[in-house]
């Protein structure tokens, strides 16, 4: 009988490296418990302390065995404690589904545990045999045109992008030598979080946060909360036809991952047509390794959530530059990792190329 299991290799050894496995089969049951447990607002219920079963089943209105096995799955993948049977507590990962956390991913986890996104990667087997996307297949529209007309998935989906990048806007108003004065495009700029970190950070400087209809709804709001209204401006329109003219620099910041290569051309052929010779772009997000390894787990598994959902991809250095030549821009520096786990890659107009 032929064996690929060596006669050195112990038991336990095998036992172990099974384990590694059917722990990473087991993601998508961790990713539901993180879910629910963000759905019912558990993290709220628990606050600071730690509260017994029988109070959180009450408050959450849940049976409550079940919530107790829910709880003890979350424990031992380390999102809360027990640090008494039948009472449980958050971890410092775990504080970060309160709501009332500066750095909440409350909104995000729901929305990444939204039932859009569970069942388009049901079909992550079809987006793999044929290169459709699986979001597409599932509901027969774009993940973009969908949002556009379910306004409370859209909301959550901005407040979520929002979670996502509070954190990184700030890093990169902080670190990046935005300009004093002049003007800042946020294309896809979504409620407008870069902005308003950037616009804190440079108070000579203005604002536009332009992103789809659905993609703004929610910026007139945050703006106004941040008391930026009259320094930062709200525009509505579609980038694949025309991005605001007039400004000196345009962000785009995790947008092009949406995107296969030719809908990313078209969306840098339009900066290019409108924006001024003299502005500059910076395009910030995930710059991928040229080679897989296991050093950002997440920026590999966003790149399949692209290809599943939206039809897009992460791409590597040489991809960027290479789409951005071909659309007329010339690449001034890349700062991998400039923003936290981000990327800032600044280009400006090339002479004579359109
Ligand atoms: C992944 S989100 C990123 C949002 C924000 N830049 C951030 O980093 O948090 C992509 C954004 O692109 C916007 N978008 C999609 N299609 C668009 C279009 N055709 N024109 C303008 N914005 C669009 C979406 O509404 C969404 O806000």
Redesign the pocket.
Known sequence: MSSTVSPDVSVAERMRTRAALIERIGGYMTAHAIGVAAELGLADLIGSGARPVEELAERAEVHEPSLRRLLRTLVAVGVATEPEPGRFALTDVGALLRSDSPDSLRKFARMFCHPIFFTSWQSLQHTVTTGERAFDHTYGTGV?DWLGRNDETSALF?EA??E??TIAAGYLAEVHPFPETGTVV?L???DG??LTAVLNARPGLRGIV???P??VAQAPAALAKAGLTDRCAVEA????AAVPGGGDLYVV???FQ?WGDDEARAILRTCRAHMPESATLLIVGTVLPERADTSAPVAFFTDLNMMVVAGGRERTESEFRALLAETGFRVRSVGIGQAGPLSVIEAVPAPDAV
Request: net charge negative; proline share 0%.
């Open positions: 973009y901005n992008m929002s996502e990048s946020d896809g700029g979504g979080t870069l332009f992103d789809s659905s993609g329109g579609d980038f694949f910041k995790s947008v949406d």
